[in-house]
């Protein structure tokens, strides 16, 4: 099977109006920058994304913000975004905030096939509203959370091979990981492409049998969301 894509135009071939993508990244860093980018200017659209933020106003997820591209954002953390608050207070964007180490865990569970699961986490808050909450021997109140699942997975990693394998770069490696299990197809660009076999395999984050579709990714901004500097002093 070959799984190598010249450019990333010809590996999102098949991705259409209506998809759920799961998008890697935390913040800024380690988004696959080159498949948002391409999906913008297809203007692909009614996306369902789920990714731990939706961006900034012009970069990462923002940019399909701005084209009004994503119809429904499923997300733990969304205060950069401007655009994504007018948007949902405006009624144009559904939106389901989900605590952050439920979000990792829903994923994890739709990539190793668990259906549901129990977590005290939002139990009396908004969070609970519509699920259900069982009690256990423990006393505690538990939710019970569904697994997600997408129709792509968009991850982006420092190093991959051409059976897939992937390496990320330290705190680059976020979601990328776990949304690379839970994609029904997974799309991963990476920074430099290696023949198989070059990896060290005790080096490697995600084995190629989780990847379907690799290209090598060029023109990285790596931007940061916000610097803060020092003062001088004299």
């Given at each position: 099977?070959?799984?190598?894509?010249?450019?990333?135009?010809?590996?999102?071939?098949?991705?259409?109006?209506?998809?759920?993508?799961?998008?890697?990244?935390?913040?800024?860093?380690?988004?696959?920058?080159?498949?948002?980018?391409?999906?913008?200017?297809?203007?692909?659209?009614?996306?369902?994304?789920?990714?731990?933020?939706?961006?900034?106003?012009?970069?990462?997820?923002?940019?399909?913000?701005?084209?009004?591209?994503?119809?429904?954002?499923?997300?733990?953390?969304?205060?950069?975004?401007?655009?994504?608050?007018?948007?949902?207070?405006?009624?144009?964007?559904?939106?389901?905030?989900?605590?952050?180490?439920?979000?990792?865990?829903?994923?994890?569970?739709?990539?190793?096939?668990?259906?549901?699961?129990?977590?005290?986490?939002?139990v009396g808050t908004k969070v609970a509203e519509g699920k259900e909450v069982k009690t256990f021997d423990d006393g505690k109140k538990y939710l019970l959370e569904k697994?997600i699942k997408g129709d792509f997975a968009l991850i982006k990693a420092w190093k991959g091979d051409k059976f897939g394998n992937?390496?990320?770069?330290?705190?680059?490696?976020?979601?990328?990981?776990?949304?690379?299990?839970?994609?029904?197809?997974?799309?991963?660009?990476?920074?430099?492409?290696?023949?198989?076999?070059?990896?060290?395999?005790?080096?490697?984050?995600?084995?190629?049998?989780?990847?379907?579709?690799?290209?090598?990714?060029?023109?990285?901004?790596?931007?940061?969301?916000?610097?803060?500097?020092?003062?001088?002093?004299?």
């Open positions: 099977m070959n799984k190598i894509f010249n450019d990333v135009e010809s590996a999102i071939f098949d991705i259409k109006n209506n998809s759920v993508l799961l998008v890697g990244g935390f913040g800024l860093c380690g988004i696959p920058e080159n498949l948002i980018s391409v999906i913008c200017k297809k203007g692909i659209q009614n996306l369902t994304c789920v990714s731990n933020n939706a961006g900034v106003d012009d970069f990462g997820l923002g940019l399909l913000l701005q084209t009004k591209q994503i119809k429904k954002m499923m997300a733990s953390y969304v205060g950069e975004n401007a655009l994504f608050e007018k948007q949902f207070l405006e009624g144009e964007l559904e939106v389901e905030l989900i605590p952050q180490g439920t979000l990792a865990e829903r994923i994890r569970a739709g990539g190793a096939g668990i259906p549901a699961f129990y977590t005290p986490t939002g697994a992937l390496i990320y770069r330290h705190t680059a490696r976020n979601f990328n990981s776990v949304m690379a299990t839970a994609g029904k197809v997974t799309i991963a660009e990476v920074e430099t492409l290696v023949e198989t076999g070059e990896l060290d395999p005790n080096t490697i984050h995600t084995p190629g049998l989780f990847v379907q579709r690799v290209f090598q990714g060029k023109n990285y901004e790596k931007r940061i969301e916000q610097r803060t500097v020092t003062q001088a002093h004299n």
